[in-house]
């Protein structure tokens, strides 16, 4: 099993969950030591009574009504994962070098079709245009065996495309067969449920609750860990010659995973003493995801969806009983080719929502630290302008897609992906009176729209606050400048008063005399 190192999968447990799990690791051992008792008043004294209870619950753990291994006739195969990057137009020239770097790093030992200067055509063409450009291909990468990512990788095709001043990359990995091996093994694997002891230190010595997860669920999580593993490792590598928003962020994604099936039969229904098989589920395929099945039963499509899941990819599968047409060198290239176009045409679509979705949990942060900041009875007016400069700063490149794709750009790009999945020829094509295509354009557009108007609403906000602040501020300076010309003057008043006598008792008795005659010829004048 491959060492989980990436920062998603990590933190899918919180510290508390997993003091649970080890704590429930090592409780059960020692209560399973404990006799069963058929009458819980002829417990032992040092035995608490709810350790009994638990101990008899303990029989019913082990009761498996539900198995998710893989079913006779099923096979599921990996073939790719398309995964896709963003780089604002900006770092242009710092991605032409990057680029230059990683193919030079990582070029194919025995056939290197790359031409480099592809890299240079395609970066001058965006920096001396305002408007997008065609899909180019850059070439193969191939990992060398000696690489840390050889273990995970075989090759890395890598395309890209310019969108709203932006530049989308997509990298279509092909798995090595180490890694392929690693999760078929796990697809095929029987994951029993999981309970889990949640004592709490209040009830410690009187009552500890539990908790309970499926199989099915914890199977998903791990078949899910390795693809984000596969995802991480690889931009990790890429990340070393020039930064992708993504990665340099701590977010994950957006990714298109390519599968090979093989389903000769499809059950759903069980006997009275047959255990309920949720493979479909536990491989993040169950019918409780948004899907669409081609006629001939061919290719599937399958969106995952839902708060449990960290990655939220798009899955195609296609049954290998689809006739192999001429042309191509094996029927796993034939599939992954069907897929390119879907993908050119759907990734910049998933980079725009995801960014807007990523943007839009930011702005919500925000949100409450200039809210609770606001209540305070003196904020923080510098605080204030550093959130309101990042909200800029994030803005930005919503601006772009909101501003650069238009409501017709949208639809074009509807209209594209709808014919690519004409291909597959969809059995139910409508989910929900629309089909997935558009709901997924349709919701990014909203996504984007949505979180733009809410943003300038919260820029509003926080200008208010500011200007408040300014007002607030002026008018204590105001006061402040009036009590200290009033204090300075008085100082003054007194300095000269205390110069004046120090000045009189130095001269001598005429000099007195003469100014006291002048003093009283003052009083005498004035009063």
Not at 443 to 461: A, E, G, P, W
Request: aromatic residues 12%.
């Amino acid at each position: 099993m491959f060492e989980i190192k990436n920062p998603f999968s990590r933190k899918r447990y919180t510290l508390k969950q997993i003091f649970y799990k080890n704590f429930t690791r090592i409780v059960v051992p020692l209560l399973k030591k404990i006799p069963l008792m058929e009458d819980l008043e002829n417990r032992p004294k040092f035995v608490p009574q709810f350790i009994i209870q638990l101990r008899q619950m303990l029989e019913y753990w082990d009761d498996e009504s539900w198995t998710n291994n893989n079913p006779k006739g099923v096979e599921v195969n990996l073939l790719s994962l398309y995964v896709s990057e963003y780089v604002p137009i900006e770092d242009i020239n710092k991605l032409n070098k990057g680029l230059k770097m990683v193919f030079k790093t990582f070029k194919p030992k025995r056939f290197n079709m790359n031409d480099i200067s592809r890299i240079d055509d395609f970066c001058n063409k965006v920096s001396q245009s305002i408007h997008g450009e065609r899909w180019s291909n850059f070439g193969l990468l191939e990992v060398d065996k000696g690489s840390d990512l050889s273990e995970f990788v075989k090759y890395i095709e890598v395309h890209a495309t310019h969108v709203a001043s932006t530049i989308i990359l997509e990298f279509i990995i092909t798995p090595s067969q180490n890694y392929i091996n690693e999760i078929k093994k796990l697809v095929e694997k029987n994951i029993v449920s999981e309970t889990v002891l949640t004592p709490t230190f209040k009830k410690f010595f009187s009552f500890w609750g539990s908790s309970s997860k499926l199989g099915s669920n914890i199977k998903k999580g791990l078949i899910e860990d390795l693809l984000l593993e596969l995802k991480w490792r690889t931009l990790q590598e890429i990340s070393k010659y020039f930064d992708m928003y993504f990665f340099k962020n701590k977010l994950v994604p957006p990714s298109i995973e390519v599968y090979r099936v093989t389903q000769t039969s499809c059950k759903y229904k069980y006997g009275e003493n047959e255990n309920i098989n949720e493979f479909w589920d536990s491989i993040g395929m169950g019918r409780s995801n948004i899907r669409e099945i081609s006629k001939d039963g061919f290719w599937q499509l399958v969106a995952n969806r839902g708060d449990s899941n960290l990655d939220s990819s798009i899955k195609i599968l296609c049954n290998s009983e689809i006739p192999r047409k001429s042309g191509y060198q094996s029927l796993d290239f034939q599939i992954i080719y069907h897929v390119r176009e879907l993908s050119m045409n759907l990734l910049p679509i998933l980079v725009m929502r995801d960014y807007a979705l990523a943007l839009s949990k930011q702005i919500g942060i925000s949100q409450k630290k200039t809210f609770s900041s606001i209540k305070k009875e003196n904020p923080k007016y510098k605080k204030l302008i550093n959130i309101r400069y990042e909200l800029e700063q994030n803005l930005h490149l919503l601006k772009r897609f909101k501003n650069e794709k238009g409501e017709r750009e949208f639809e074009r790009v509807k209209r594209d992906i709808m014919h690519c999945l004409n291909n597959f020829e969809p059995a139910n094509p409508k989910f929900n009176e629309k089909r997935w295509a558009e709901i997924i354009v349709d919701n990014t557009r909203y996504l984007i729209d949505r979180t733009y108007s809410y943003s300038q609403n919260f820029s509003k906000i926080i200008d208010d606050t500011v200007k408040l602040l300014e007002i607030k501020t002026n008018n204590s300076l105001r006061k402040r400048t009036f009590w200290l010309t009033i204090i300075t003057v008085i100082l003054s008043l007194i300095a000269t008063s205390f110069a004046g006598i120090s000045l009189y008792l130095q001269l001598n008795q005429d000099t007195h005399d003469t100014v006291t005659k002048l003093v009283d010829t003052f009083k005498n004048f004035f009063f």
